[in-house]
């Protein structure tokens, strides 16, 4: 083998090499919504201490889902509320902004991926009113 060919083939392999010392989840992924990653926590979660205060905040306001005005017959402001639109199967879909889904909240920005994945994994620990 020439030596242009072996310093080649040496310097290509520890580019290679090189190149992934350095990966790790929270480099490549910052936006990940993974217990302990990026601040969110989603392993101790709660209709009352997380979850109703996302939708008071971004839902549950006048003109919109709120018990007082209820757009789309939604009300969003309680946990029956709350619950009936999980049980519809239609919460997820409209707040992660799903193709044949309403976009929510309406004419704002999305929940942040850690809200999302807030209300998912009180969802799927049952949804319960605690």
Do not use: E
């Amino acid at each position: 083998m020439n030596f242009a060919i072996k310093i080649g083939t040496f310097f290509l392999a520890s580019v290679c090499l090189y190149s992934c010392y350095r990966d790790n989840q929270s480099s490549l992924y910052p936006k990940s919504s993974a217990p302990g990653s990026s601040g969110c926590d989603t392993s101790d979660v709660s209709f009352s201490g997380t979850v109703q205060p996302v939708f008071l905040q971004n839902c549950a306001l006048s003109g919109c889902h709120a018990s007082s005005s209820p757009t789309g017959g939604y009300v969003l402001d309680n946990y029956n509320g709350v619950r009936s639109v999980v049980l519809s199967g239609r919460l997820i879909g409209a707040i992660d902004h799903s193709a044949g889904y309403s976009a929510m909240p309406k004419d704002a920005a999305m929940l942040s991926d850690c809200d999302i994945a807030m209300i998912i994994s009180w969802i799927n620990k049952g949804a319960q009113n605690d």
